[in-house]
């Protein structure tokens, strides 16, 4: 049976950009920037002091409750703790380290148990203790994912999907280290004891598909799932449904449905974590867009900041308009080039003027367009209009909180609408009606 | 360098609001082309006519708008709204359904009132709750009816005489074959008479993604089967094909029934409007003053628009009837 998702929209991909390099360059920062607050939930307090030195490995961040640690991914002498531009706005707490150059590392204690001797509870321990997160964008702490799915999901779900365009991190992950993923899958089906362990993929990365196809024979419990191209197949929901026809409740989490859905970077890291005993250090970052000069895929030591890494990309063109953090669908705008990479950071993408940007007078034709690409199934034109009238009666008749801002709407506008930013607008007025 | 901090999404399709009406006007030429060519060089007088008063009004309109605003010292004043391209398609519109001995003063108020009241006192563009078009034709219905169902003037070749919705009425077939009012080989407005030419168009925009073919399809299947039941001549089924080709129900269904402003938004809001267009038109038809009722169905169910949209909301996302999907 074929299930698929609600709407959808095909923008141009644009992933060959990033591709032709096929290597992984890696970069060595003079210093790294490592933020504090790198998932979703409580920021980490700073465990060294200026003039400490550290080790690659060494955990230089840790907090109570929901939250997990952040590490030093270069050794070296910690040089600053001070507040530091991050890439979602503002700045916040970080460790600056000069890096020695000697990447002296701590001791990384490696776990060749079988893996149905693997415990549960010491699995879900390493997760934390390497810091990990969920790597495709959300940054929601992997152990306590793993762990309020224990005992109610019958699907395990890896997310390869990378239906934004230009990126290309999670695609030379499975080119490069498919065992990494597979191992790491196996590791949390062990944990999670799921009946169905799916990795899915979109059809537009051949070449990671043969190189799965090729070592399923060594790992038969995984079903290999190719969907058909289309955007936003990798959000949560929405991958939820493709493959399984389950729809996840309003508010609610995957789990809810019985899936559990993590990202491929994720399962690589958790596998790293789990066996070799490494913290979450680093990841591969895409670097692509019109504007670079060399688009390709980094190995990145977490804490590098934007602007080394496109120095090293061969730099921006003078055209250059806007620096993205992440996908050109959902990413963030950066007007600060020493953000650094954190963990999940997957892509830094350079773009010119979009031809087909803004219009100078938004206009809605009342088109219905956005109706039909809605993979939430919302009414984006009738919340548009509310949003404006202040009307937070409507817009929770309109249920727009269930917007996941996936952009397509506006993607698809010929008015070009700013529908996205409305939104989120009207989402701040209905969360602050319901708090009054 | 400046890097410019926006709100996502970063990049958009070439989906563009003139490049719409662009589509609009290639889908009407074959059917303007036939009426030309039937109908003499009149038609292509009346086209004219029309599609200058619009633009103009709502060029005027628009500039006086724009004046008021830099009066008014507003830091952000759009360009001149002719340019999207809207008021050439609504002229054009108007154009068609009417016919091509309509004297020159009637379309210049008919195209003055459609822009001027129906669509930019109402806010303009995508504001306007009544098809601009249509409603200019009705004030000219209103105003001069003889001016607008005047089919009796020469043309060229046997385009004259009663139109054969004029001859239904009277309880009869056309004396036209089925093949000729498929064709547009009968008397009839400058747009409508030739089928062919309009499904064309049609085909076009469901093409280029323009229009969905829901509301055409369930406006003219609607007429269709509800002809079945009034046949008054021949075989039901030859009154159907009759009533499909005759009058403005193609022209209708296909190009004013599917206006973005005044239809609705969701697909089933989309089907259930082309179904009340289909049966206010079948009985307009049947029932009314005039032998034709498609102008008067589409506006009525215009005023209906947003009520529709509100009760064919898509179900909400995760929820089924009694709890959540699974």
Redesign the interface.
Known sequence: MKHLFFGGIHPNYNKEMSTVVTTFHTIEPKQVVIPMVQHIGAPCQPLVQVGDVVKRGQKIGDGEGLCVPVHASVSGKVIAVEPRPHIRGGEVMAVVIENDFQDTAIEFVKNDLPLEELDADDVLHSIREAGIVGMGGAAFPGNVKALSSMGKVDTLIANACECEPYITADDSLLRTDPEHVLEGMMILRQVLKPERVVLAVEDNKAEAIEKIKALQSDFPQIELKVLPTRYPQGAEKQLVQALTGREVPPASLPASVGCAVFNVSTFAAIYRAVRLGLPLTQRIVTISGEAIKEPQNFIVRIGTRFYDLIEKAGGLNDLTERVISGGPMMGFAQSDLSVPVIKATNSILCLLKDKNGAAENPVCLRCGKCVGVCPMRLQPLYMYRFVNANRVDELNRLNVMDCIECGSCAFTCPGKLPLVETFRKGKKMVREASAK | ?K???????????????N??MLDVVIALLPALAVGVWRLGIRALGVTLVSIVTAVVAEGIYSEVVRRKKIARGESHV??N?IA?GSALVTGLLLAMTLPATVPYWLVVVGAVFAIIMVKALCG???QNIFNPALAGRALMLLIWPVGVVNYHAAGVDGATGATPLHQMVMHALPEESLLDMFLGNCPGSIGEACSLALILGGAYLVWRKVI?ARIPVAYLGTVAVMSLFFAKAGTPVEWMLYSLFSGGVMLGAIFMATD??T?????KG?IVYGIGCGVLTVFFRNFGLYPEGVTYAILLMNAFVWII?RYT???????VKGG???
């Open positions: 360098m890097l410019t901090v926006a709100s996502s999404p970063h990049i958009r399709g070439n989906f563009r609001t490049r719409i759009a360009k709204t999207d303009g563009l995508g969905s973005y402003a239809s609705p938004a969701t697909a989309q949209d909301a898509p179900r909400r996302f995760g929820v959540a999907a699974r």
